[in-house]
């Protein structure tokens, strides 16, 4: 069955459109002697492979690279809180079972879902073969890792019977609703409905329970908060830090007065953020570093935590009994 779905979707045998033709051929040889596959069925995939010369433009200058305030207003918006409660209730089940089996809140894995693909609704709009051969070939800077991703692509296809001409996913050749990456589709995506297949691309429930498993495997601490807001007493005095590596009492005699509760033994990094009235400083926790581990970025990261805290303030409020009071007076009929 595995090879099926590959024979049907490619009839080419050339070499893909746009590629250097040794190098598509040094790799089917690689991967197909590595992992004991024909190496026709891997040539004749590569051969549908088309050069996207937008991937490289768009890998180029990530969301990542603008000013923090202006990637925050990307993603902290009244729709994507909204929405994300909408998700939430729609999906209230299944992620208390997620935090319940992996340990990671329902809001964290919601703002993850959120920021990734607008939960569910933009999952991408490139073949994923385009994207990774197009960035395993054509990309020098990154390309030891985007040929790792595209032979972990045509594994992951082949093994489930999938189409590798038929997925669709973003510029980078991330998957589906939380936008796994082909690697960490094979090592983390779980059958979290218990139907039998894995299936990221259409089934919120395996979306849920793969977010939570992969924060759970890289270290996610259960309870722990994720960032704390800080004061520094005497700014450019204590260097931020790339990762944790002093405790909060340490911090805290430098003059770094955490703003809210936290443990002082816990390990954290000072981090600063550029605001438009000046510099905001945030105690980095360990589970900061965990969402990072998602998209190594302390802007995402951090995104990912106040998008979760507004999506939860925002349920709580709309649960209270006064909430729903004043939202069923706000429907009724003028008098």
Partial sequence: MAGLMWCAATALSAPGDGFPVQALEAFARRVAQKHGIDQGEIAKVLAQAQFQPRVIELITRPAESKPWVEYRELFITPKRIVGGVDFWNNHAETLARARQQYGVAEEIIVAIIGVETFYGERTGSYRVLDALATLAFGYPRRSAYFTGELENFLLLTRANGLDPLGMMGSYAGAIG???????????????????????????????????????????????????????????????????????????????????????????????????????????????????????????????????????????????????????????????
Avoid: C
């Fill in 177 to 335: 609703i939380p936008q796994f990456m082909p690697g960490s589709y094979l090592a983390y995506a779980v059958d979290f409905d218990g139907d039998g297949k894995v299936d990221l691309s259409s089934n919120p429930a395996d979306a849920i329970g793969s977010v939570a498993h992969y924060l759970s495997r890289h270290g996610w601490a259960s309870g722990e908060p994720v960032a704390v807001l800080a004061g520094v007493e005497r700014p450019g005095a204590v260097a931020t830090d790339a990762r944790p590596q002093r405790t909060v009492a340490e911090l805290r005699a430098l003059g770094v007065q955490p703003l809210g509760p936290v443990t002082e033994g816990t390990k954290a990094a000072l981090l600063e953020f550029d605001e438009r009235d000046g510099k905001e400083y945030w105690l980095g926790l360990p589970n900061f570093f965990v969402i990072k581990r998602y998209n190594n970025s302390n802007f995402y990261a951090m995104v990912v935590s106040r998008l979760a805290e507004e999506v939860k303030a925002l349920r709580e409020a709309m649960r209270r009994p006064h909430s729903l009071e004043a939202a069923d007076a706000s429907q009724a009929p003028a008098q």
